[in-house]
Every structure is written in structure tokens, then in C-alpha cells.
């Protein structure tokens, strides 16, 4: 049903890690896309879901970052460690840059396996869904909402479709409003025709290696709004101080505080979730525990409120 989108960086699998029995009972997805070389961490992330008895889509062919120039490691890895384990799923992304006969290569290479398609910007819809035949049906096919129009996705009728929309518009942090629309699939993608959904959580499409300067600090908190036909929202708390790129822990501390402030209001509509609880705990503490963490807590409040709704 939902398919949450990760790229593979640290806080990313950790946060799929601390999530692989709650996702695994909720019959949740995640993809993930491994973008650093050392595949370690997404060994563990994998073993994580596998012990929880869930299910998890690796991208074989990574658009960004140290597997690029073709993910054979990534291949090698799966096939090896896992052959025949239903629980890992391949997935093959299909960008803008990729030949109908780039696409059949792979999904030929992984035939063997359950294959899932992730639709990026490719163009030759139509002539795939024929090129793959009756095959298409065995197939679950995501759609990445900006690249991919309702006419593109008639193509694939018969088979699994999901769609996915990036809720996260990408800003300066000081640019945020306090709160916006995130995304209505929760409660619409039926009506889109589809069997599931999925976003990039609070992180958005955007790929970068490293973030820039913190000039603001910001926490960003999802939440759904039962006055909004079930919609989901999200605020985001900004630092007060915002006009250079020093003291990120006391930032840190301005955002927490507000975003305590909101909570303690009584009509905030945020799940108290265990990561929100972690927030309380942090705003107690007075500690800082490091950006990534920060947005560790956010991915993992985000899983949490979708399971809450959807269960």
C-alpha cells in the first residue's frame, strides 16, 4: 500500500532499520535507491527486513551517487546474499537517459525475481508494457507523479501501480511557511486508479551529497488534519536566528521549542508518535543530538503517522 522512496544514506537506513516491524506489519514498501559505495549499511538495513518478515525494493541501476556508472555490485550483492528470499524485491529505475532496450536488458537480467518498476522520466511507455507482454501483470509499477501524466500510466493497466508524489518542496529552510500541504494520496489514491502510494517523507526528490550551510535550522513534522478530509500537512519549525551559519545546536533549540510550544497547544494534530516522544525527551535533555538524527526522527514520525491512519 505505501511505498515510502530512500535514498540509501545513513540516517535513511537506520530510520528503515528502526522501522522494519512496524512497515512489516502495516504490509508497507520501501524503496530503497543505494547511493553509497560501501554496502554495509544497506546489508543491515536488508537483514533488519528480512528478520521482520517484510518486504523491501532495492534499486539495481541507482540514478545518484557512488553506484551510477550501472549498480553491478548491488546486483552481485543481492544475488549472492539472497537468492530466492522474497523479501528482496530489485527494482529497475527508469530515467529520461535509458533505451527501451536498456530497460528490457534489465528487467531480463532479474527476471527470476519479483521486479518492480520505477518510472523516472522514461519515455517509451507504450513500447515497454508491450516489450514486456504478459509479463507486465506479475509486475509493480511506481509512478514518480512529476514524471509520469495519467496517460502514461494507462500503459501499465493489469499490473500493480503506485504512485508517488513529493510532498517536500525543497527550500532554504528560512523560506518554509509554518505549515502546507504535503499530500492527499492517503485518502485519493484509489481514486487516481491506483493500488498504492508513496512520497520521499520529509526529504524530498532533490538528491544531494552533503547539505549546505544551516543558516536556519528547521524541524519538519507531518501530520494529517481530520478538518481537511484527512489530508496530510506538514509544519515546519525554523530556528529564530537565521542570518548565519554558526551555533546549530542552539537552533536546534529555538525550532524544538516551538515545536513543544504547538504541541502542548492541544490543536497541533500531531500523532504523539515514539519520535515525537524522543522530541519531548531531547526539549527535556536540552541536547542537540545532530542534524541527521533530526531528520531520522522526522522520517521515522512520518512512517509512524501513515501507519496510525492507514491501520
Not at 37 to 64: C, F, M, W
Not at 87 to 98: A, N, T
Not at 125 to 140: C, D, H, I, Q, V
Not at 245 to 252: E, L, N, S, V, Y
Request: with cysteine.
Amino acid at each position: 500500500m505505501y511505498h515510502p522512496y530512500f535514498r540509501g544514506k545513513q540516517y535513511e537506513l537506520i530510520t528503515i532499520r528502526e522501522t522494519a516491524a512496524l512497515m512489516a506489519a502495516s504490509n508497507f514498501v520501501p524503496i530503497i535507491e543505494p547511493v553509497k559505495e560501501a554496502l554495509s549499511g544497506l546489508e543491515r538495513t536488508l537483514r533488519a527486513v528480512h528478520d521482520a518478515q517484510g518486504k523491501v525494493v532495492v534499486i539495481v541501476n541507482p540514478y545518484h551517487g557512488d553506484h551510477r556508472e550501472g549498480g553491478v555490485e548491488i546486483s552481485t550483492h543481492l544475488q549472492n546474499f539472497y537468492p530466492g528470499n522474497g523479501s528482496i524485491e530489485f527494482g529497475v529505475l527508469l530515467k529520461d537517459d535509458m533505451s527501451l532496450d536498456d530497460a528490457m536488458r534489465y528487467c531480463q537480467r532479474h527476471h527470476d525475481r519479483h521486479l518492480t518498476l520505477i518510472h523516472a522520466g522514461f519515455t517509451q511507455p507504450k513500447a515497454l508494457a508491450e516489450a514486456l507482454s504478459e509479463g507486465l501483470r506479475a509486475t509493480r509499477n511506481v509512478f514518480i507523479e512529476a514524471h509520469c501524466g495519467k496517460l502514461y500510466r494507462k500503459h501499465f493497466q493489469g499490473s500493480h501501480r503506485v504512485l508517488l508524489r513529493d510532498g517536500f518542496q525543497r527550500r532554504r529552510n528560512r523560506d518554509h511557511p509554518d505549515f502546507e500541504l504535503f499530500s492527499d494520496l492517503n485518502v485519493t489514491y484509489e481514486e487516481e486508479g491506483m493500488n498504492g502510494f508513496g512520497d520521499f517523507l520529509i526529504v524530498g526528490d532533490d538528491y544531494s551529497e552533503t547539505g549546505g550551510p544551516a543558516y536556519a535550522v528547521a524541524i519538519h513534522l507531518t501530520f494529517i488534519d481530520p478538518d481537511q478530509d484527512d489530508a496530510m500537512f506538514i509544519y515546519h519549525f525554523k530556528s529564530t536566528r537565521q542570518d548565519t551559519p554558526t551555533d546549530p545546536a542552539g537552533k536546534f533549540a529555538e525550532a524544538l521549542e516551538k515545536m513543544v510550544e504547538k504541541l502542548n497547544s492541544g490543536n497541533s494534530n500531531v500523532l504523539e508518535t515514539s519520535a515525537v516522544k524522543e522530541f519531548r525527551e531531547l526539549h527535556a535533555k536540552k541536547h542537540f543530538p545532530g542534524l541527521g538524527y533530526v531528520k531520522k526522527l522526522s522520517m521515522k514520525h512520518h512512517i509512524e503517522t501513515l501507519d496510525d491512519f492507514l491501520r
